[in-house]
C-alpha cells in the first residue's frame, strides 16, 4: 500500500472492458433532465436512462473511496468505459451542515483517523487533493465526473459519518439523535446551492433507507415535502429524488395519497432491494416461489409508480461478485429479469473495491464491489457484461426507431434470442443483435415480419423456426410463480421449456423446478419477454436469403 500502481494498471481496466462488454451507449452531455410521466428526459424530450454506479463517500474519512490507489480521473474514465452514465455520490450531511468538519483537510481527516498508509497512496495519486478541504475534495471528484461525462446524483445517505444502517444507529428517521429535521433541511439546501453551476449534477436523493422505531407516514410527507420544495428552490434544475420507509423497500403508502409538491416534472421515487432484504428466502425456498414473492412485493410497495406516471429509480441493489453466494445469484437472476421488463432507473452497489476504514477494519474488501481491492481491475468482467444490456433504454420518449416489438431477454446470461441462420439452431446473443418477436394473443412467438413462428421439437433438442404455427407446439405462456418458464406443449401432451446449454444454444427440455424442491436452480430456464422499440441491429434478411428457398422447400416435402 502507498505504492505507485502499475502503469499497466489502467490499461488492464480497459482492455477487459472492451473485450467483455463491446458495447454502445448513448452520450449524455451535460443536460437539465426533467420527467414525462414514468420517464426521465432531456431538454429535446428523449429519454435519459440513469445506468449508475453508487461511489461511497460518507463514512468516517468523507472522501470518495480508493482515491489512495488511483487517481480521480482514472476512476472517473473507469465508470464511463464499464457502461455506467452516472454515479450516485453518497455524502454525509455533516458533512454539509458542520463547519468543524467540512474545514478539515483531506489529510487532517486521514491523519486523525490514523490512516498513515492512505495518505502516502493519496501523495502518488492524488496529490492535489491532499490539502484541500473535505468540502473542496468532493466537488473535486464531481467535477472530475463531468470531465468524464458522468452524470451525478447526490445522495445524502446518513447523517454523522460512518456505515449505514441499522434502525438504531440514531441516523434513521426525523427526530433520530442524529436526524435533526431543520439541519437536514439546511444540508440539503446547502448541497444544492454549492453544485449548481456543476451541470452534471443532474439530481438530489434527499436521504437513504428512512427506517427505525420512529418512522411514520405522517412526518414522511411533513419533512420529505419540506426538503423537496427548499432544493427546487435552491437549484429547480435537479431532479428531487425521494426514498421510502422501512429501509427504502415501502412507498405503498403513495398509492393512496399523493404527495403535494408546488412544482413538478421533477420528481423521482427510489427504491432498493438486494437478496438480503428478504433474508435467507432465496437460499433456504424455491427460487419460482421466492422470485415470484418478491416481484408481487417489489410492484405493490414501489413499482406501481410506474403506473401512475413516476419515474422509478432502483437506487440500491447489487450482488457478490465472487460469484458463490446462493442466495444473492438466485435473487440477481430474478431482478435481471424485473430489470429488464420494466426497464427502470437504476444504480448498482457498488463501485468500492475497497475501503479506507469501514466499521473498524482498514482496508476491508468489499466482495459487492465492480473494482478489485486494488482499484485497478475488474472484480467480476462476466458480470459487468452481463448487465450490460439494461444498461441502454430499451424504450421510451425519442426511442421510437421501430415499431414496438417484443425481445426474448434471458436474466442468467444478459442475452436475448436470436437467429443466426435458419439451418443453425437459435442461440443466445447481444440484446442489440437479437431478433424482433411479436407476442400474439394466441401465444405464439413469431419473428416480426415473417410468418415464422418459434416452436418446440422434442426434448433435449434445438428449439426450431417453423410456419405451421397454430399447433400446441408453437403456442408459449409464462408459467410458474416466476412467470419466467416459457412452456409449450407436444401433440402427445407434453410440456417443454425453453432451456440454455453451455454454448448459449436455445433447445427445448423438460420443466424443471416446478415443484417446491429448494435445491433446484431454474435460472438456465428463466426468460423474460420484455418490450422494446430500439431498432436491432442485424444484417439477417428472410427474404433475401437462398437459405428461405430450400427451408420452405423442405417445410412442404415433410408436410406433403
Not at 490539502?131 to 467535477?143: E, F, G, I, P
Not at 434513521?172 to 454549492?194: E, I, R, S
Not at 405493490?300 to 460469484?323: I, K, N, T
Request: proline share 4%.
Amino acid at each position: 500500500m502507498g505504492q505507485s500502481p502499475p502503469t499497466s494498471c489502467y490499461n488492464n481496466i480497459l482492455l477487459s472492458i472492451f473485450v467483455t462488454i463491446l458495447i454502445l451507449l448513448p452520450q449524455y452531455s451535460h443536460a437539465t433532465l426533467s420527467t414525462n410521466s414514468r420517464w426521465i428526459v432531456n431538454e429535446e424530450g428523449q429519454r435519459v436512462k440513469l445506468s449508475c454506479v453508487n461511489w461511497v463517500s460518507h463514512l468516517e474519512v468523507m472522501v470518495a473511496e480508493g482515491l489512495s490507489k488511483q487517481p480521480i480521473e482514472t476512476i472517473s474514465k473507469s465508470i464511463t468505459n464499464m457502461g455506467f452514465n452516472c454515479v450516485r455520490l453518497t455524502w454525509p450531511l455533516f458533512l454539509f451542515t458542520n463547519d468543524s468538519l467540512s474545514s478539515l483537510t483531506v489529510r487532517q481527516s486521514f491523519n486523525n483517523l490514523g490512516l498513515v498508509e492512505s495518505i502516502a497512496g493519496l501523495q502518488v495519486n492524488n496529490p492535489s487533493i491532499l490539502d484541500l478541504s473535505l468540502l473542496h475534495a468532493y466537488q473535486a471528484v464531481v467535477t472530475s465526473l463531468g470531465n468524464n461525462n458522468v452524470m451525478v446524483i447526490l445522495d445524502n445517505h446518513i447523517s454523522k459519518p460512518g456505515w449505514c444502517c441499522s434502525n438504531f444507529d440514531g441516523n434513521g428517521f426525523f427526530g433520530d439523535q442524529y436526524f435533526n429535521p431543520d439541519l437536514w433541511v439546511q444540508g440539503l439546501t446547502k448541497v444544492a446551492t454549492t453544485f449548481i453551476n456543476l451541470t452534471n449534477v443532474v439530481g438530489m436523493s434527499l436521504r437513504n433507507e428512512l427506517r427505525g422505531p420512529k418512522q411514520n407516514v405522517n412526518d414522511w410527507y411533513r419533512y420529505m415535502q419540506k426538503g423537496a420544495e427548499a432544493v427546487h428552490a435552491a437549484n429547480p434544475d435537479v431532479l428531487v429524488i425521494l426514498s421510502g420507509l422501512n429501509f427504502d423497500k415501502d412507498l405503498s403508502f403513495l398509492r393512496q395519497r399523493p404527495i403535494n409538491l408546488t412544482f413538478s416534472g421533477k420528481l423521482v421515487f427510489e427504491i432498493h432491494r438486494y437478496s438480503f432484504t428478504d433474508g435467507k428466502s432465496w437460499e433456504t425456498g424455491n427460487p419460482n416461489q421466492v422470485c415470484g414473492q418478491v416481484v408481487n412485493d417489489i410492484m405493490s410497495r414501489g413499482g406501481f409508480l410506474l403506473d401512475q406516471g413516476y419515474p422509478l429509480f432502483v437506487s440500491e441493489f447489487g450482488a457478490d461478485q465472487r460469484g458463490t453466494n446462493v442466495n444473492d445469484n438466485r435473487y440477481f437472476n430474478c431482478f435481471l429479469g424485473l430489470a429488464a421488463e420494466l426497464d427502470f432507473d437504476w444504480a448498482l452497489w457498488t463501485l468500492v473495491g475497497s475501503y479506507y476504514l469501514r466499521e473498524g477494519v482498514v482496508g476491508l474488501n468489499e466482495v459487492y464491489g465492480v473494482m478489485d481491492w486494488n482499484w485497478c481491475d475488474i472484480r467480476n468482467s462476466s458480470f459487468l457484461k452481463r448487465i450490460s444490456a439494461v444498461q441502454s433504454p430499451f424504450q421510451g420518449p425519442g426511442y421510437n426507431e421501430s415499431r414496438s416489438h417484443k425481445l426474448i431477454f434471458h436474466p442468467m446470461t444478459g442475452l436475448c434470442v436470436r437467429r443466426i441462420s435458419f439451418f443453425q439452431p437459435l442461440e443466445l446473443g447481444p440484446c442489440s443483435e437479437s431478433d424482433s418477436w411479436d407476442y400474439t394473443p394466441t401465444k405464439t412467438l413469431t419473428l416480426t415480419g415473417t410468418y415464422f413462428c418459434l416452436q418446440a421439437d422434442k426434448s433435449g433438442q434445438p428449439a426450431k423456426l417453423g410456419i405451421m404455427c397454430t399447433n400446441a407446439n408453437s403456442k408459449w405462456q409464462a408459467i410458474s410463480d416466476s412467470k419466467m418458464h416459457l412452456s409449450s406443449k407436444l401433440q402427445d401432451g407434453t410440456n417443454l421449456c425453453l432451456d440454455v446449454d453451455s454454448k448459449n444454444v436455445v433447445f427445448t427440455n423438460t420443466c424443471k423446478c416446478l415443484s417446491k424442491d429448494k435445491t433446484c436452480d431454474p435460472a438456465s430456464q428463466w426468460f423474460k419477454i420484455i418490450d422494446s422499440t430500439r431498432q436491432q441491429n442485424t444484417t439477417k434478411s428472410f427474404f433475401q436469403s437462398k437459405q428461405i428457398v430450400q427451408f420452405l422447400g423442405n417445410t412442404f416435402s415433410y408436410i406433403l
